[in-house]
T-cell receptor, first 111, second 112 residues
Framework: RKEVEQDPGPFNVPEGATVAFNCTYSNSASQSFFWYRQDCRKEPKLLMSVYSSGNEDGRFTAQLNRASQYISLLIRDSKLSDSATYLCVVLRGTGRRALTFGSGTRLQVQP | DVKVTQSSRYLVKRTGEKVFLECVQDMDHENMFWYRQDPGLGLRLIYFSYDVKMKEKGDIPEGYSVSREKKERFSLILESASTNQTSMYLC???????????FGQGTRLTVV
């Protein structure tokens, strides 16, 4: 079983739609969580950190459910420029202190 | 702005060659990482380093080694390149383990 699992998509949504991605992680000792964005043929870049209380950055909302070991990302009012692959990223709390990446969920926003 | 620079965008090497991928960061970051990215598999950690001359194995270290002689430079070495090492290689650095990781633009390596 992969340590971080995501639905690969693609999610095809019209402009203005609300879309949500989920991600599950298997290591209950994980302590830090992030969403990264990767555009086609580009390097990943941090979109937002995910806090236990949930957090919002403009049209983006991230939530963490430690009991069920999943993380979500909600995008409201989708723009064409949101088309990208969204990577769920986890940092273990013990052992190896390096980021573990999910394989990504691809979003395509259509006009 | 943090800059992580990888020496090559594209590289073609022959099976059995020794290959060096270089990565340099300009922000005095403690941590540096090498990942490879393959379709459907996402980013997988090869090696990482917390400090000069320190290195730790990631999930897929077989066939690779690394060198960190200076804080700003982290090299990935393929001792004897094989076709299954054809991939996109991404270098990253971060100030601390909880902080944002910054990536280089990637090196697409093809082994023929």
């Amino acid at each position: 079983r992969k340590e971080v699992e995501q639905d690969p998509g693609p999610f095809n949504v019209p402009e203005g739609a609300t879309v949500a991605f989920n991600c599950t992680y298997s290591n209950s000792a994980s302590q830090s969580f992030f969403w990264y964005r990767q555009d086609c043929r580009k390097e990943p870049k941090l979109l937002m950190s995910v806090y236990s209380s949930g957090n919002e950055d403009g049209r983006f909302t991230a939530q963490l459910n430690r009991a069920s070991q999943y993380i979500s990302l909600l995008i409201r009012d989708s723009k064409l420029s949101d088309s990208a692959t969204y990577l769920c990223v986890v940092l273990r709390g013990t052992g190896r202190r390096a980021l573990t990446f999910g394989s990504g969920t691809r979003l395509q926003v259509q006009p | 702005d943090v800059k992580v620079t990888q020496s090559s965008r594209y590289l073609v090497k022959r099976t059995g060659e020794k290959v060096f991928l270089e990565c340099v960061q300009d922000m005095d970051h403690e941590n540096m990482f090498w990942y490879r990215q393959d379709p459907g598999l996402g980013l997988r950690l090869i090696y990482f380093s917390y400090d000069v001359k320190m290195k730790e194995k990631g999930d897929i270290p077989e066939g690779y080694s690394v060198s960190r002689e200076k804080k700003e430079r982290f090299s990935l070495i393929l001792e004897s390149a094989s076709t299954n090492q054809t991939s996109m290689y991404l270098c990253a650095s971060s100030l601390g383990s909880h902080t944002e990781a910054f990536f280089g633009q990637g090196t697409r390596l093809t082994v023929v």
